[in-house]
């Protein structure tokens, strides 16, 4: 199994040669799972040489467009294409309602007659619940994104073991370190969110939204040996091999599971 960062960008990546943070997921028998499906999906895919018929099942952390903005792509795609089947969608139960009548209805609805299971094989999941594809088990793990005025917008990440190591990608996450201690003791690598924005005097600007370089250079040494570092904004990043990290993700890079 391998895991390929399609993008490793942040939400608004335009112009600079990178793409939207969603990632690929293909097993031993050639099928890809994607994880996410922003606005930038149908592009990224293209470069990589895919199309909808190549994606055979989602995944959806959380309902921000650079996460589902390319859901009406692909389920449009493949629901005209009479020779594609639909895609699995897998997505945390409480969403899917969400999801449909907020986000996609609007255009997919067709005037009543379709509803989301049309373009999508749903298949819904427990909070703290988990997902089987391609016989590897997915456990969601649930990430605080931001405050939504008192309630907090959960972005569900994944940890996973294969033969070879215990995975973890958080999805967008806030910096809380004692909250996701657990998480990150388990896992082999990490697969971190982080915001690399600044002010023009040098200090971070924190959106309030993701976790700050400048705060995750705070982790012990042990930890940032583990981990990776993706959903970063365009221009000049800094040296993260030099402060300890495994570095950031490039656009297209690809790792062996």
Not at 44 to 49: D, F, I, K, Q, T
Not at 76 to 105: C, G, K, Y
Not at 138 to 167: K, N, W, Y
């Amino acid at each position: 199994m391998k895991l390929t960062f399609l993008g490793s960008g942040s939400a608004f990546t335009t112009g600079d040669g990178n793409w939207q943070s969603n990632m690929l997921i293909e097993s031993e028998r050639g099928r890809r799972l994607l994880f996410d499906c922003g606005t930038d999906a149908r592009l990224s895919l293209a470069e990589a040489g895919l199309g909808a018929r190549d994606i055979d099942a989602v995944y959806v952390s959380h309902l921000h467009s650079d996460h589902v903005g390319g859901l009406e792509w692909l389920g449009f795609s493949t629901f005209f294409d009479p020779t594609a089947q639909r895609p699995i969608l897998f997505i945390e139960q409480s969403r899917v309602t969400t999801l449909w009548a907020n986000i996609l209805s609007g255009s997919m609805a067709r005037n009543g007659l379709s509803t989301l299971d049309d373009y999508f094989d749903v298949r819904l999941l427990a909070r703290d619940g988990f997902f089987l594809w391609e016989e590897q088990r997915f456990s969601l793990t649930p990430m605080l994104h931001c405050m939504d005025g008192s309630v907090p917008l959960i972005s569900f990440g994944l940890r996973f073991e294969t033969s070879r190591a215990r995975q973890l990608i958080t999805s967008d996450t806030l910096f809380e370190p004692q909250r996701h201690g657990e998480f990150y003791s388990w896992a082999d690598i990490l697969f971190h969110d982080c915001e690399t924005s600044y002010q023009q005097d040098g200090r971070p600007s924190r959106s309030g939204i993701h976790a700050h370089y400048e705060d995750l250079k705070t982790l012990s040494p042990e930890l940032r040996r583990r981990m990776w570092l993706y959903h970063y904004q365009p221009g000049p990043k800094p040296d993260a091999k030099a402060d300890g990290f495994q570095g950031f993700v490039a656009k297209g890079q690809t790792f062996d599971l």
